[in-house]
């Protein structure tokens, strides 16, 4: 890749001057703190970067929750329909798709949709704002018994503020960008806490055609406390609507068919909603040796989208336009019980958990549409899927060893009602799969820390696929190792290392844009992620993380083995500046060439963007400005191999389709507090 402006911030990040400065030595759980920056990592020791993740979210700015996702090391997104759609996700050798195979959720309640209209997993983060964000825990790999269902790359769960202050804030940018939000605080007391937040976002975006997308997100929550129990109930409400430019064929933009932000069906877009109620309980039992979380949630969420992937492909007259759309109910609640003993003055922690979860969707449907008017179906039905679960495990402390083993076990039950089907029939399917977990960690001095982390994942395939491909496993598994180490050298600096390998059973696919069951064999992956962390002098800090990971299939001959659109390499580094109210960001992330697909005959090709952030904070009055892609690169945020047939062609091509990544933009943003 020719030679970015980004590397040469990179470069003068890394030799910046060394300064050792005051921070807790030990591995356990720590409090880190930058000057007026403070946050607690609560996660178990295994989990090892938790605490960066907390303090990039209290420094710098984005536009939505989806974006934090950034935030985890090896993380990348990708938007390819016009900014309302859930973003692609990429994450240790997987295309995740829109939430494959990594596992969300915010205060407990699940984010993924699980045989969603677009695809499994469906992971839409648009309804939580930025702002309501008090913690980001997260973990690589299926490791933590208490997360089952599509963790397998991992999992990314947020925590929700129990307190907000009034204020409002306004944010105006480049292509019309608005946003307005507001908080009101009712009640701020010792034992209580109310408040309700909302912001609306427009946005013209950057296409030739205006995406005209529009966000409204509100949010109440109410928090008590008690002397042994802390008890929130939640209720919040999103909705947004937006046109898209697509996917456009890269021979497109090169023989003048369309310009590099030009569309061939701008009647593409769609809008989607969700209205969700949580309640949340906290209970101390046996004088506070005992907890008891429960969480209840239900969700009624809508979905509705217009594609167009191949053009005139299938449809030389009125074009190969799709509608994808669902209503979904949603259900479940989740209890876990933790009891702290002393065994020979170590402490151990006893856990264990149950839980349930139900979807209904209704009117699932893919439709042949011209400028969002139906003129044909290719599939309508409904959906019934229920899960229940239950694991229990220990950590236990051993001296200077920490073993952490666990047992999950997971059901469930799926339905399909097929609406084309002459006669009415009610098939379903069911499986349950059993999830040995162990995490152990040795900490061989103060400042250095083996971890070995082992374990069985699974993902459930759409009910589609497994109702109707009776032979195939509704629930296929992965199993993982890690093996790495966290060091500090000094107080101040911080090295993390973790070589990783999967192996992933064979499993069907449904693809939602065209309605069919797509087969999927066995794969191999392996990796390594590279973290550095360095407060190097009072006010600035340093953070870098690399990781590189090798994906492919087993069952295909070598050559034709690769995995379309598995990362590589990424790289991201970033540089903080905090001072009497000052904070300033510049980061920098690299995601390499891959494959585009299985024989590597076509490229995507890889980018390196850097963002700057920066705000002052005066009394009540935050002043700040955030410039996505510093330098103006023109890069391919999405990109995947595609047959398709457009005007000037004689006969289909395979080739690059792609969204153009965001140009230079700029955002200012003003917010009080009263």
Known sequence: MKKSPCLLALAAALASPAYVSAHEPNLEDTVV??????????????????????????????????????LVPGLFIAQHAGGGKAEQLFLRGFDLDHGTDINIAVDGMPVNMVSHAHGQGYADLHFLMPEVIEEVDFDKGPYNMAKG?????????????????????????????????????????????????ASFLTDDGFFDAGQNFKRFNGMVKYTGWTDDAKYSLIA????????????????????????????LDPSEGGSTSRTSLQAIHHLHVDDGRGTLNTTLYASYYTFNLFSNFTFFLHDPVNGDEINQHERRWMGGANTEYTHLLKVRDNEWKISGGAGFRYDQVKDLWLYHTVDRNKIGTYSLGDVGESSLWAYAGAEMNFGKWSVNPGVRVDWFKMDYIDKTAEEFTNPHASQATVSPKLNVTFDATDHFQ?????????????????????????????????????????????????????????????????????????????????????????????????????????????????????????????????????????????LGNRPANEDYSLTADGYCIVDLTGAYTWKKFTFGVAIDNLFNTRWKEAQFETETLIPGDTEPVTDICFTPGTPFSLRGYVAVTF
């Open 33 to 70: 703190a930058l000057p007026e920056f403070t946050f607690t990592a609560v996660a178990p020791k295994a989990r090892h970067l938790n605490e960066t993740v907390n303090l990039d979210l209290k420094v710098n700015p984005v536009k939505s929750s989806q974006e934090v996702l950034r």
């Open 149 to 197: 269902d599509l963790a397998n790359a991992g999992y990314v769960e947020f925590k929700t503020k129990d307190r907000m202050p009034t204020g409002a804030a306004i944010e105006i940018g480049t292509h019309n960008y608005q946003r307005y939000r507001a908080t009101a605080s009712f009640i701020d007391r010792k034992r209580q806490s109310l408040y309700a937040t």
């Open 236 to 263: 919040s409400h999103f909705n947004s609507s937006w046109n898209a430019s697509g996917q456009i064929p890269q021979r497109a933009v090169d023989n003048g068919l369309i310009s590099w932000w030009g569309s």
């Open 450 to 590: 083996l971890i070995l982390k082992a374990g069985k994942g699974f993902h459930s395939n759409d009910a589609r696929v497994v109702v109707i491909e009776k032979d195939k496993p509704t629930l296929p598994s992965t199993w993982s190792a890690d093996f790495g180490f966290k060091w500090k050298p000094s107080k101040k600096l911080t090295f993390a290392a973790m070589g990783w390998w999967m192996h992933s059973n064979q499993e069907m696919v449904y693809v939602g844009d065209e309605a069919v069951v797509e087969p999927g064999g066995r794969s191999r992956r392996l990796g390594l992620d590279l973290g550095v962390r360095y407060e190097f002098l009072k006010d600035f800090y340093f953070q870098c993380d690399y990781t590189y990971s090798h994906a492919r299939s087993i069952d295909d001959p070598k050559g034709e083995n690769y995995i379309p659109l598995a990362p590589v390499n990424t790289l991201v580094a970033g540089l903080t500046w905090t001072h009497k109210g000052f904070v300033a960001n510049v980061k920098a992330r690299w």
